[in-house]
């Protein structure tokens, strides 16, 4: 089991730049896959960026490509998305996901624990 928890969403002007923070407990972490995805006001939820377990794989949406960066600090069970450049459609809740099934060119499966998700704003 993990519980996944989300902090550092807020209102950022375009252009800005913001990182969240996903904190997770319980027992394991350094062997869990952690991905990032959004869901914004009438639209489904979508895939962001995924690290592997060891940190050594990163993979993202192509609408943040170049923008945000994930990365993992295992010793503090702790991963995070550093978000650039943001634009007025990165506005979303955003969700921290853990899971340790990894699916051959599906970055966006394989997850089985959810955050409560972070509320990024993004403004014109």
């Known amino acids: 089991q993990v519980q996944l928890v989300e902090s550092g969403g807020g209102l950022v002007q375009a252009g800005g730049s913001l990182r969240l923070s996903c904190a997770a407990s319980g027992r394991a972490f350094t062997t869990y896959n952690m991905g990032w995805f959004r869901q914004a006001p009438g639209k489904e939820r979508e895939f962001v960026a995924r690290?592997?377990?060891?940190?050594?794989?990163?993979y993202y949406a192509d609408s943040v490509k170049g923008r945000f960066t994930i990365s993992r600090d295992n010793a503090e069970n702790t991963v995070y998305l550093q978000m650039n450049s943001l634009k007025p459609e990165d506005t979303a809740v955003y969700y921290c996901?853990?899971?340790?099934?990894?699916?051959?060119?599906?970055?966006?499966?394989?997850?089985?624990?959810w955050g409560q998700g972070t509320q990024v704003t993004v403004s014109s």
């Open positions: 690290i592997s377990w060891s940190g050594g794989s990163t």
């Open positions: 996901a853990a899971g340790r099934t990894a699916m051959f060119g599906r970055p966006d499966l394989g997850y089985d624990y």
